[in-house]
């Protein structure tokens, strides 16, 4: 069993900055794709990044596409979204979730393990 912890959300105004972690516990995730996801209320959870289990390929929503990095640190057990430019749309919660088998993976159904998530408020 993989256990996923999310943080670093919080409430920030617009055009500013987050750094969201996920670690992750129980054995290592090295060799599993991770994601990043979010939901914001009524709405479904939508995905926003991918990243392999080496760190070379990455992918992402394109509403996050130039301002989301998404990165791993194998040794830590931990990924990274860092978050720029933030806008009041980016308003979510935001959940981290391992998938098996390197490859970046792009649909909630891929994945095996979700953390309890983390909010992020952007205020305008």
């Known amino acids: 069993q993989v256990q996923l912890v999310e943080s670093g959300g919080g409430l920030v105004q617009a055009g500013g900055s987050l750094r969201l972690s996920c670690a992750a516990s129980?054995?290592?995730?090295?060799?599993?794709?991770m994601g990043w996801f979010r939901q914001a209320p009524g709405k479904e959870r939508d995905f926003v990044a991918s990243?392999?289990?080496?760190?070379?390929?990455?992918y992402y929503a394109d509403s996050v596409k130039g301002r989301f990095t998404i990165s791993r640190d194998n040794a830590k057990n931990t990924v990274y979204l860092q978050m720029n430019s933030l806008k009041p749309e980016d308003t979510a919660r935001y959940y981290c979730?391992?998938?098996?088998?390197?490859?970046?993976?792009?649909?909630?159904?891929?994945?095996?393990?979700w953390g309890q998530g983390t909010q992020v408020t952007v205020s305008s």
């Open positions: 979730a391992a998938g098996w088998g390197g490859a970046m993976k792009f649909t909630i159904s891929d994945y095996a393990y």
């Open positions: 129980g054995r290592t995730v090295s060799s599993y794709a």
């Open positions: 990243i392999s289990w080496s760190g070379r390929d990455t």
